[in-house]
């Protein structure tokens, strides 16, 4: 059965690096059928997409992130990472790890639980 | 990026009811014959789930009540004979082009 948990720090001051990590389950990480994603959801702007990361390691990151992204990849604890730098309270939000098929690498059809990041100094 | 919208924002039901939830997207999200429009549901402190893509696909494992129409840029989501379980947030995003973008979402609560 298919499983995505998101792991990492719940707070981190502003100007600081959000370091995540989505660990999953059920399934290789470096299959070819598949994408990694990060989405983040605030009250403020909604379900906003971060970015993804496919089985070959390329990566699409939504520019209005303005290059604080960086998603990466580790087949060898089958999990993928999310790091945001210079966060501020604008960054706080529930943040979402998911998976996509190849075909449709923006679908996110199973999605982890969800970890609140709070930014706040 | 391509802005979706949805309407109602809210509306409140009764079990047994029939509900239908649109969404317009800002420009068109169909490419040949596929449309890459998918629809979400989301309980208070969980995930959201998957519940149709290509606007009219059921997700595995969703039961055949939820339905989705709808192309270009106009598209709805009918849930028949509401359950108490069924009572959420309904949400749509297009996953035609990048940045993949969501709507508003459409909150159904109990009459």
């Known amino acids: 059965q298919l499983q995505l948990q998101e792991s990492g720090p719940g707070l981190v001051k502003p100007s600081e690096t959000l370091s995540l990590t989505c660990t999953v389950s059920?399934?290789?990480?470096?299959?070819?059928?598949?994408?990694w994603g990060w989405i983040r959801q605030s009250p403020g702007k909604g379900l906003e997409w971060i970015g993804t990361?496919?089985?070959?390691?390329?990566?699409y990151y939504n520019p209005s992130l303005k290059g604080r992204v960086t998603i990466s990849v580790d087949t060898s604890k089958n999990q993928f990472s999310l790091k945001l730098s210079s966060v501020s309270a604008a960054d706080t939000a529930v943040y979402y790890c998911?998976?996509?098929?190849?075909?449709?690498?923006?679908?996110?059809?199973?999605w982890g639980q969800g970890t609140l990041v709070t930014v706040s100094s | 990026d391509i802005q979706m919208t949805q309407s109602p924002s809210s509306l409140s039901a009764s079990v047994g009811d029939r509900v239908t939830i649109t969404c317009r997207a800002s420009q068109g999200i169909s490419q040949g014959i596929t449309t890459y429009l998918a629809w979400f549901q989301q309980k208070p402190g969980k995930a959201p789930k998957s519940l149709i893509y290509?606007?009219?696909s059921l997700q595995s494992g969703v039961p055949s009540k939820f339905s989705g129409n709808g192309s270009g840029t106009d598209f709805t989501l009918t849930i028949s004979n509401l359950q108490p379980e069924d009572f959420a947030t309904y949400y749509c995003?297009?996953?035609?082009?990048?940045?993949?973008?969501f709507g508003g979402g459409t909150k159904v609560e109990i009459k």
């Open positions: 990361i496919s089985y070959s390691g390329i990566t």
């Open positions: 290509a606007a009219s």
């Open positions: 995003q297009q996953y035609n082009s990048s940045p993949p973008t």
């Open positions: 998911a998976r996509s098929p190849i075909g449709a690498r923006y679908y996110f059809e199973y």
């Open positions: 059920g399934t290789s990480i470096s299959s070819n059928s598949y994408c």
